[in-house]
């Protein structure tokens, strides 16, 4: 796609304007902000030896929204080898989420360690001190970061991104060249809005106003440092506690129904007016002083219609931004920071990946995307503890819920990676066909579970599999670790990312043709990579336990030979 020449935010590089400042040297890559996506990306590519430089137009520490962390998000820091600062700042631990949501009028409280034994806690962050210790680490690992240098344009040559142009606090300009702009920009969304990418969302058409109090009451133990939620008839309102004495307290309302309040009684009566229709979050707030705030959140969800492009890749909010419920903005950016890093790295070693890892990247942002998505979709209409226009309108109906089919329905099904998932279930009024639809998937994998251990391994070997019509194995590239490789990927419509398979196991899956067994697949696998009999009963024992896992899921339909008889 080429940018029209002077189009805010991307031109032509033959119309750019005169540097008149020193100009940087070139570079592999430009990052174009110093949030959380930002940070994540220049670190991992100055880790894998890139020249990277950082554009930041502000100073850090600066405000930010956003405070409350997942525990998914933990392992990535680790990764990154951020954890030790980030626990090091004495941040809340955050232990789940406590909430007024769902078919019941009295709090309920849900904590990470159901669903995770390894990573239990999360973090409650102050953005300022957060966002600053992962910028300070980027610059550790060796990323020129420069602050106050205000991205203004990316000009393109030939359709293809060039660099970043550039002006400084004191008004000087520059440019600077890369072989990759990474996007990072937040909900400025430079390239997004410049290349005309952005797609609003016409489900979650929200605002939010917040600000920040001191002194406020938290919620008794254990659940005293979760984050609260409380919906009320217009919105809901959340209070998250820092540990520097305040907490983070807001409002999600309707767009125009909040914009028409600002207009007519100012940003703070109609702040303290959604308050005080939220009586559990006004009483954890009670006598205590309003000493940051309040600010207003606008436009508040949207999603890219290309996230990679030639010579520049979306991070973070410049690519999608979701409502608010499941604090998904900071796993986001970070999952995207990560993945930009590797898919950068990759194809400046392998230019031959550019197109195939742009569109894994893609699927796999997506993937989560969707997952948070769907989820806030599902809590938004599940919840009847008030009844209103705003809640009523954001209904989904009977026809929009999920066949026992969809990716999302046996995700919740199984162990679901966010957590809340289950609660839709648990506390809230689901459409009827969606909660049939996960109590389907449920029972179908329990009977199937149950056939298997029933039989010996030994007997399944003699079975012949048969692949899920709609189940497809292809040769794509996969993030492995830190870089995308070229590998075998399991996909079907419901699940266009794919999950990553094993040669050994994409070999068998071709071969599941429902005549053939896994013991026959596995001879002629073994023949043809000439293993020994010890080896050849190693594959055969691998193989067994990786169509049984598929069997479960359903991604194997059947398995021919299974309850034929006894085993």
């Known amino acids: 796609m080429r940018a029209r020449p002077g189009t805010r935010g991307s031109r032509d590089a033959r119309t750019a304007r005169p540097v008149t400042t020193s100009p940087l040297a070139p570079v592999d890559a430009v990052v174009i902000g110093g949030g959380p996506g930002g940070s994540s990306a220049a670190t991992m590519m100055a880790r894998k030896g890139l020249r990277v430089v950082l554009l930041e137009r502000d100073h850090f520490p600066r405000d930010h929204v956003g405070e409350s962390l997942l525990p998914a998000s933990v392992p ?50 102050v953005r300022s001190e957060f966002d600053r210790i992962l910028l300070d680490h980027a610059r550790a690992s060796g990323v020129d970061v420069r602050e106050g240098h205000q991205v203004t344009e990316v000009p393109f040559l030939d359709g293809r991104a060039t660099g970043a142009a550039y002006r400084t606090e004191d008004g000087g300009e520059g440019f600077v060249q890369a072989s990759w702009v990474v996007d990072a920009s937040g909900q400025t969304a430079l390239l ?155 194809v400046l070693q392998d230019p031959t990946l550019e197109g195939p890892a742009a569109e894994a990247y893609r699927s796999l942002y997506l993937g989560q995307y969707e997952s948070f998505h769907r989820l806030a979709q599902l809590f938004y209409s599940s919840n009847r503890s008030a009844e209103s226009y705003f809640w009523e309108a954001r209904r989904i109906s009977e026809e929009d819920a999920f066949t026992p089919r969809h990716a999302f329905v046996r995700m919740v099904a199984g162990q679901p990676p966010i957590g809340y998932e289950r609660a839709v279930l648990d506390r809230g009024d689901a459409p009827s066909t969606f909660v049939s639809s996960v109590r389907a998937v449920e029972e179908e994998r329990a009977r199937r579970r149950a056939q298997l251990q029933a039989t010996s ?46 040669v050994p196991v994409a070999r068998l899956l071709r071969g599941a043709d429902g005549q053939a067994t896994i013991g026959q697949i596995v001879d002629q696998m073994a023949v043809e990579a000439r293993l020994n009999p010890g080896q050849r009963q190693q594959l055969l024992e691998q193989m067994v ?5 598929l069997y479960v899921d359903g991604a194997v339909e059947e398995l021919r030979g299974l309850g034929d008889g006894p085993a």
């Open 192 to 346: 997004g809005r410049a290349l005309g990418l952005r797609e609003w969302d016409d489900f979650f058409r929200n605002l939010a106003i917040y600000g920040y109090f001191e002194g406020a009451s938290r919620l008794p133990e254990p659940a005293d440092t979760n984050i609260f939620i409380e919906s009320y008839e217009h919105g809901w309102c959340w209070a998250i506690p820092l540990h520097t004495g305040v907490s983070s307290v807001g409002a999600v309302v309707d767009s125009e129904e909040g914009q028409r309040a600002i207009r007519e009684d100012g940003v703070e009566a109609a702040f303290q007016a959604q308050l005080d229709l939220a009586p559990r979050t006004s009483e954890l707030i009670e006598g205590t002083k309003l000493v940051d705030g309040p600010y207003v959140v606008r436009d508040w969800s949207y999603l890219s219609t290309r996230m990679v492009g030639p010579g520049y890749i979306l991070v973070g909010d410049a690519a999608c931004f979701i409502d608010p419920l499941f604090s998904s903005g900071v796993h986001l950016a970070l999952t995207s920071g990560l993945a930009a890093a590797a898919y950068v790295g990759s």
């Open 76 to 125: 990535m820091l680790e990764s990154m080898g951020v954890l030790p600062a980030v626990e090091a700042a004495g941040f809340v631990r955050k232990r789940g989420a406590t909430m007024v949501w769902g078919s019941d009028m009295e709090p309920w409280s849900w904590y990470f360690n159901e669903v995770s034994e390894r990573y239990p806690t999360s973090f409650q962050v």
């Open 457 to 502: 391994p030994l007997a399944i070997a003699a079975f012949a599999p048969v692949l899920d019509p709609d189940e497809r194995v292809e040769r794509k590239p996969t993030l492995e670790r830190d870089s995308f490789e070229w590998g075998f990927v399991l996909t079907s419509e419901g699940r266009p990312e794919g999950a990553p398979i094993s």
């Open 545 to 549: 336990v990786a169509v049984g896992i």
